[in-house]
């Protein structure tokens, strides 16, 4: 069993529209993450929930909304898509304050 | 606040040989510091942590790091490579403010050579 997986692992959309990506954990975590590498390989935390409160926001624009509806799923949405949002996006997991992340596989957006 | 800086954006080494990845922060406080793995297309993975316990951290596949507080340091390094080391490192430092937002350094890539 995937421990953090993530859906799309692809998505290709033109500029403007809106997509999601999805994500669950079952490793009983309390506290989930979106991560956001560009072309560079720099990863960059954007938000991450615990147990379904948001504990950490970015300077990320606000067409990006997470919503955690339990603490085993964490989606984000983003509307309005622009091209410099094309990058690869990571969810992870982990008890609070561990430090030891569990990573998804990624979901790499490209906008055209 | 607090800060990692990786030395070496690539480093190359022939298979049998060492490896070391070498990575300084920044912190006020004691840190928790961490190295990850990237291999090409897939997630990270955690390969070994510091939190001020031992200062020789031993991690999966062989790896190692050793920190220094008075040089700042904290290099990865592995007797031998092999050709599946090759990927990404990413040395990390945890913000001392809370709620686990780990800061991550600019990575190395290493590429192992027959």
């Known amino acids: 069993d995937t421990a953090v997986s993530q859906t799309p692992k692809y998505l290709v959309t033109q500029m403007g529209n809106d997509k999601s990506i999805k994500c669950e954990q079952n490793?009983?975590?309390?506290?989930m993450y979106w991560y956001k590498q560009d072309s560079k390989k720099f990863l960059k935390i954007m938000f991450s929930?615990?147990?379904?409160?948001?504990?950490i926001n970015e300077t990320v624009p606000n067409r990006f909304s997470p919503k955690s509806p339990d603490k085993a799923h964490l989606n984000l949405h983003i509307n309005s898509l622009e091209l410099g949002d094309s990058a690869v996006y990571f969810c992870?997991?982990?008890?609070?304050?561990?430090?030891?992340?569990?990573f998804g596989e990624g979901s790499r957006l490209t906008v055209l | 606040a607090q800060s990692v800086t990786q030395l070496d954006s690539h480093v190359s080494v022939s298979e049998g040989t060492p490896v070391l990845l070498r990575c300084n922060y920044s912190?006020?406080?004691?840190?928790?510091l961490f190295w990850y793995v990237q291999h090409p297309n897939k997630g990270l993975q955690l390969l070994l942590k510091?939190?001020?316990?031992?200062?020789l951290v031993k991690g999966i596949n062989g790896f190692e790091a050793e920190f220094k507080k008075s040089e700042t340091s904290f290099h990865l390094t592995k007797p031998s490579a092999h050709m599946s080391d090759a990927a990404e490192y990413f040395c990390?430092?945890?913000?001392?403010?809370?709620?686990?937002?780990?800061?991550f350094g600019a990575g190395t890539r290493l590429a192992v050579h027959p």
């Open positions: 912190s006020s406080y004691s840190p928790s």
């Open positions: 990390v430092v945890r913000f001392s403010g809370g709620y686990n937002k780990l800061i």
């Open positions: 510091y939190t001020s316990a031992a200062t």
């Open positions: 929930y615990n147990n379904k409160e948001l504990i």
């Open positions: 992870a997991s982990s008890q609070r304050n561990t430090g030891e992340l569990f």
């Open positions: 490793l009983g975590h309390d506290t």
